[in-house]
T-cell receptor, first 113, second 108 residues
Framework: DAGVTQSPTHLIKTRGQQVTLRCSPK?????VSWYQQALGQGPQFIFQ???????QRGNFPDRFSGHQFPNYSSELNVNALLLGDSALYLCASSLKTTFYGYTFGSGTRLTVV | DAKTTQPNSMESNEEEPVHLPCNHS???????IHWYRQLPSQGPEYVIHGLTSNVNNRMASLAIAEDRKSSTLILHRATLRDAAVYYC?????????FGSGTKLNVKP
């Protein structure tokens, strides 16, 4: 049974560009959350999607947006990239009605140059 | 946002017990306490969680203070594979608040 799958694993972008990261949740999960993890720090909550809508959001600017598709997969979009957006982006899936914890993917390492 | 405080790093000898402390003095009545660990180049992995009572599973035990303002993750016999960053997390309505974590080094 596949866990959470994220793509791509690594990405290099230039300042000002836009990027899209993708996530397929664990089979049977219906909720996807995105986290940003800067080097040497703990993950920070970006937002959470359930039933194709953004349900909760952390302290991130509107440059960060997302989408959830009918098959529960999700995308994270970041516009107008800044050097400070360089980080590991983690996707975590869970089941809304029976929440015991997240299953995390291995992340996408984004480097902005 | 609810916050947790953990030591930056700890060291243990292989096959000895390890007690990883966490302070969460601002915890609310509806916050669950979760522990995750993260190996290099991987996403965090679930270890254990609880609300008020102590919890045991095959990986670890979680001891929660009576006032819930602190908790301790107990690894009964540390192995080299347990070397990781351990995060103590408060969960509120499916949103996690990660701290900076404790880097556990295990010496052979």
């Amino acid at each position: 049974d596949a866990g959470v799958t994220q793509s791509p694993t690594h990405l290099i972008k230039t300042r000002g560009q836009q990027v899209t990261l993708r996530c397929s949740p664990k089979s049977g999960h219906d909720t996807v959350s995105w986290y940003q993890q800067a080097l040497g720090q703990g993950p920070q909550f970006i937002f959470q999607y359930y039933e194709e809508e953004e349900r909760q959001r952390g302290n991130f600017p509107d440059r960060f947006s997302g989408h959830q598709f009918p098959n529960y997969s999700s995308e994270l979009n970041v516009n107008a990239l800044l050097l400070g957006d360089s980080a590991l982006y983690l996707c975590a899936s869970s089941l809304k009605t029976t929440f015991y914890g997240y299953t995390f993917g291995s992340g996408t390492r984004l480097t902005v140059v | 946002d609810a916050k947790t405080t953990q030591p930056n790093s700890m060291e243990s000898n292989e096959e000895e017990p390890v007690h990883l402390p966490c302070n969460h003095s601002t915890i609310s009545g509806t916050d669950y306490i979760h522990w995750y660990r993260q190996l290099p180049s991987q996403g965090p992995e679930y270890v254990i969680h609880g609300l008020t009572s102590n919890v045991n599973n095959r990986m670890a035990s979680l001891a929660i203070a009576e006032d819930r303002k602190s908790s301790t993750l107990i690894l009964h016999r540390a192995t080299l594979r347990d070397a990781a960053v351990y995060y103590c997390i408060l969960r509120n309505f499916n949103k996690f608040y990660f701290g900076s974590g404790t880097k556990l080094n295990v010496k052979p």
